[in-house]
């Protein structure tokens, strides 16, 4: 499942989002989003978690979670419209 990661502070990196998510089961990718101007973070990540229902028990339990004194939003990724 693909988990859309959001209000993340600019110091939170792929490593740090890793971390929290594991504890649920496997991940498989993480990708925090990179301003290419900018060289930082947008403020917005996606976790790939293999098993569908650890994932789904991380959304819930992470959204709202406090991230470098930020409290992140977790959704499952909707698809990508034209």
């Known amino acids: 499942m693909n988990i859309y990661v959001s209000n993340l ?3 939170v990196q792929n490593d ?4 929290h998510f ?3 089961g496997e991940v498989t ?3 925090v989003i990179i301003d290419k101007v900018t060289n930082r973070s947008r403020g917005f ?6 098993d ?3 994932a789904e028990k991380a959304i819930r339990e992470l959204n709202g979670l406090t991230i470098d004194n930020r409290a ?6 909707r698809e990508k419209r034209d």
């Not at 740090?16 to 971390?19: A, E, H, T």
């Open 29 to 31: 990718s993480v990708n």
């Open 16 to 19: 740090d989002l890793r971390k």
């Open 52 to 54: 569908n229902q650890a």
């Open 72 to 77: 992140i939003k977790v959704n499952e990724a």
């Open 45 to 50: 990540a996606f976790v790939e978690m293999k």
């Open 22 to 24: 594991s504890e649920y």
């Open 9 to 11: 502070g600019f110091s």
